[in-house]
Each structure stands twice: as C-alpha cells, then as structure tokens.
C-alpha cells in the first residue's frame, strides 16, 4: 500500500458531522452575539465548543468519534490548564487579541464540566455515526 493510499483511507468527508457542526458553530456565533448572561454563553458555549471541534475533525478523517471526542477533551483541558498556570502572563502576550481569542484567560473549573458533558453527548450519540463511515 502507497503513502498515497493510506491518506485516502484516513481522509474522507462525513457529511452528517459536518452538518451537525455547522449546526452548532451557528448556535455558537447567535450565544456569542445575543447573550451575556452567567449561564448560557460561558456553560453552554463550552458544552457545545467540544462538540463542534469533534464534529469537525470527524467530517474530515476516518477516525471513530469516540476517538476524536477524547482528544478533544484531553486538548480542551489542556487549553484550561494554560489558563490555570496563566500562561499568557508567563509569555507576556497579555495585550495579544489572538491569544486572548484562542487561550482565555480566567480557569473556571465549570468549564471542566462543560467539556466533559459535551464530549460525553458527542460519546453517547456516536453509534449512529459510526454506522455511517464509507
């Protein structure tokens, strides 16, 4: 088998995932302009971020939603620990946007939940998928 070949087997495109994350990227930009609230935009917004990052990647490469969505975990909680140990302080990107925008800023051990509630629908929902990969 070529290198060719093998990427063709790990690449391919799940249209139902990327509905599902078109779906909640649009749920997600309506939180993020309509709601500024203490519940909804900072609980649901990181519920449904994990999901729409395992949705993603699960469009694009033949890898088990079950998989993908605990790399997503382990990638979300890694991104809070950066938060916890106030990583843009340390590398003085304090007044960078992009860091602020891809980082955070505040640890919030809700967020913690959050993800893990997300990725655990994602887990839950994901026979369905994977009844479905070509």
């Given amino acids: ?15 139902r995932s990327f ?6 990227l649009v749920i997600e930009v309506i939180i993020a302009l309509f709601f500024r609230d203490r519940w909804i935009r900072p609980l649901l917004g990181d519920v449904l971020v994990v999901m729409a990052i395992a949705y993603l ?14 790399g997503t975990l382990i990638f979300a909680y890694s991104i809070e620990l950066l938060q916890l140990f106030k ?9 960078s946007q992009l860091a602020h925008l891809t980082i955070g800023t505040t640890f919030d ?6 993800y893990a509630i997300g990725v655990g ?6 026979r369905e ?3 479905t990969i070509t």
């Fill in 57 to 70: 990647i699960h469009a694009f490469f033949a890898i088990r939603l079950q998989k993908i969505a605990i």
């Fill in 87 to 95: 990583i843009i302080d340390i590398f003085g990107w304090r007044d």
């Fill in 1 to 15: 088998m070529t290198q060719n070949s093998r990427d063709r087997k790990l690449l391919r495109f799940h249209r």
């Fill in 121 to 126: 629908i994602v887990i839950l929902t994901s």
């Fill in 129 to 131: 998928f994977e009844r």
């Fill in 109 to 114: 051990w809700r967020d913690l939940i959050a």
């Fill in 19 to 24: 509905i599902l994350f078109s779906i909640i």
